[in-house]
């Protein structure tokens, strides 16, 4: 089959490389859509050891499997017999892999392999450019379920959202669709802004425009030490700040502030698998919009569609790539 394989910081090939081998309990995907992550960003860019080259990236998966159903693919995947996943944390599973690290290649490819138990069936009205947002909606879908059990998140609470490309915007439709309507979105890069503003409906601001008025919520899709500093700033006394970003690890926190303040940080990790079927079935029902937000690009051209997310030149929060168109 053909792959699109991360050979060397930016630097992609587009080669031949062996059928999936599914294991026991898995079976074969045929990929559809497949989308390109902010991960998959700093792996390209040579700033992710967990992603060493050579190695098929892209997690972000909708096919066909081998069974004949239409699915989405749960990328992450885990044991179901240690503490972390009896208690449903299966997130935090010691023992958790994911499509695009070592040992398991990822889906910029014809096909992939992956556990039964991780597939979610989706509906003949739902496309699979539509069922490959699963995934960077769930990651929103679970932190917003957790800023909701915060005393913050009680009815009526305004949120912030920063980041203005999946992950953000997933956040912003999931607390949207769990109940917090006041939600306010700040994305940096001023075509991405005008698009979630005209295309999405999203209340999108620059970081200068937030205002001063306090958040209950804040959540950071980016990641970076400005934005851990301005959600600092911006959330409440007594309020939660959510950290899904991964962009670096240190510097930004108002520790004193925070302390002072009662305010809650707490990182979240991708989603359980119930948060991700609890994402598709809000995505089947139409409750996190039209999911139209996507740009497509034959799987062949990958490497031209990172160059164009660096350089900020794409619009729409996500671009999938399409390994046969």
Not at 42 to 49: E, I, S, T, V
Not at 169 to 179: F, P, Y
Not at 255 to 263: A, F, K, S, V, Y
């Amino acid at each position: 089959m053909k792959a699109l394989v991360y050979t060397a910081p930016e630097s992609f090939d587009f080669r031949d490389v062996p059928d999936p081998a599914p294991g026991a309990g898995e079976v074969a995907v045929t990929v559809g859509a497949v989308g390109i992550c902010g991960s998959d960003m700093h792996a390209y860019l040579g700033h992710d050891d967990r992603r060493p080259a050579p190695l098929i990236l892209g997690h972000e998966v909708a096919g066909t499997a081998a069974t004949g159903q239409r699915v989405t693919v749960n990328p992450l995947v885990t044991c179901g017999e240690c503490a972390a996943c009896l208690r449903g944390q299966d997130n935090l599973c010691p023992m958790r892999q994911i499509i695009s690290m070592q040992p398991r290649e990822g889906g910029f490819a014809e096909a992939i392999a992956i556990p039964e138990r991780n597939l979610v069936t989706v509906p003949d009205h739902v496309s699979d450019d539509q069922a490959a947002l699963a995934e960077p909606i769930a990651c929103g879908w679970h932190a917003a379920r957790v800023a909701r059990a915060h005393p913050a998140g009680a009815d009526g609470a305004r949120a912030l959202v920063m980041g203005g490309g999946a992950i953000g915007l997933g956040a912003a439709l999931s607390l949207k669709a769990q109940g917090v309507e006041d939600v306010t979105l700040v994305e940096l890069n001023e075509i991405r802004r005008a698009y979630l503003t005209g295309h999405c409906g999203q209340r999108a601001v620059p970081p200068d425009g937030v205002g001063d008025a306090p958040f209950d919520i804040v959540v950071d899709g980016v990641g970076y030490t400005d934005t851990r500093a301005m959600a600092c700033a911006a959330v409440r006394p007594g309020g939660i700040i959510v950290h899904i970003g991964l962009g670096s690890s240190e510097g930004g926190l108002d520790i004193r502030r925070m302390t002072l303040q009662e305010i809650t940080f707490t990182g979240t990790y991708t989603y359980t698998a119930q948060d991700f079927r609890d994402t598709a079935q809000a995505m089947f029902e139409g409750r996190l919009g039209p999911l139209d937000w996507t740009e497509t690009r034959p799987l062949s051209e990958g490497k031209t569609a990172f160059d164009d997310i660096r350089s900020g030149r794409v619009a729409a929060p996500k671009i999938l790539l399409k390994p046969n168109g």
